[in-house]
């Protein structure tokens, strides 16, 4: 079994004669084995189609399959549990860019987690207290997902959206944040992660220590050490890295005075952001002006209209309100 043939597999990519190979070969791994290793390996790098119907038929394809072969049926029961457990979590929240990392995490031949979900609606905000006291602020339309307890060795959360993180030093317990197809790994540190599904990048964003930024993109693994006032940007369909500055001391303001900090934005991605914090409705009619690129700062409690009255400085935009609709021409 090669990790092409696994990485069609759970793309729904494979024929009749290659999805019984598959499975076959799942059905029949060993604890510990060659076979066992591979599969963990490629699990927590593997990219997978984001059609969540698709991906959805090739897991249930896969459960009603792997129960016709007869031969190791605990460990196929088990298994078929686990990725039960996994895709329940991940449909749940609609983080299907993670089926990657989850997958590989309910794999382990460690006992099943309890795990916690935490759900910030628009228009609101939200700390969170982790099990070993590392806390989380968390922005408007943010899911988390992490166990109720961390283990012995690793201490791993699931944030899809934007998340400010003060993590507690423990040198024998890593602290990684996943995002999406980015991975960010720390051992005690104050960072900024921004991983929205509607957004066309995930931002990374360093306050205080250091972090390893990990980006996976068609197989390969593309990787960025932060510094102290420097920010990374992935892009979703490049899968490029871009790294730039900004100032420590501002760019922490948005948990507690809830400000914005944009920084080389595009009007298309501060409208997602203004959408999300005043709960509202915004469309850019000109497709020029989506594209349009801001360096702005908002940390005063500044209005809707007064950060839009800001942002059309030179006027080049016409908006209009209706209701909870808001036009920008």
Not at 9 to 30: D, M, R
Not at 78 to 97: D, M, N, Q
Not at 197 to 226: P, Q, R, W
Request: charged content about 30%.
């Amino acid at each position: 079994m090669t990790k092409d043939q696994l990485q069609k597999y759970f793309n729904n990519l494979c024929s009749k004669q290659e999805i019984s190979e598959v499975e076959q070969w799942l059905a029949n791994i060993q604890d510990g084995s060659t076979e066992d290793s591979l599969l963990k390996e490629f699990l927590d790098e593997i990219k997978v189609n984001k059609d969540e119907r698709l991906v959805k038929r090739a897991f249930e394809k896969f459960k009603t399959n792997i129960q016709s072969h007869k031969n190791h049926k605990l460990q196929k029961n088990t298994i078929i549990r686990r990725l039960a457990s996994f895709y329940k979590l991940a449909a749940a929240v609609l983080l299907l860019p993670l089926l990657c990392s989850a997958i590989y995490f309910y794999l382990e031949k460690n006992n099943p987690k309890e795990w916690v979900e935490e759900y910030v609606p628009y228009g609101e905000s939200k700390m969170v207290y982790l099990p070993d006291s590392s806390r989380l602020w968390l922005n408007a339309g943010t899911k988390l997902i992490y166990p109720k307890k961390f283990n012995n060795s690793l201490r791993q959360i699931y944030v899809a959206g934007e998340a400010y993180a003060e993590v507690k030093k423990d040198k024998s317990r890593p602290f990684i944040l996943t995002a999406g197809e980015v991975t960010v790994e720390v051992l005690g540190t104050k960072f900024n992660v921004k991983s929205y599904s509607e957004d066309s990048h995930i931002a990374v964003s360093l306050m205080e220590g250091s972090v390893k930024m990990n980006a996976f993109y068609k197989g390969e693994n593309k990787t960025k050490l932060l510094k102290p006032g420097e920010i990374v940007r992935y892009s979703k369909s490049t899968g490029e890295l871009q790294k730039s500055e900004f100032i420590v001391s501002t760019r922490k303001q948005w948990y507690n005075s809830k400000g914005f900090y944009f920084i080389d934005e595009s009007l298309n991605e501060i409208t997602k952001a203004l959408e999300r914090y005043f709960d509202v409705r915004i469309n850019i009619e000109n497709e020029s002006l989506k594209k349009e690129r801001f360096y702005s700062v908002f940390i005063n409690n500044e209005s809707l209209n007064e950060i839009l009255s800001a942002l059309n400085a030179n006027g080049q935009m016409n908006i209009e309100r209706k209701a909870n609709m808001i036009y920008i021409k």
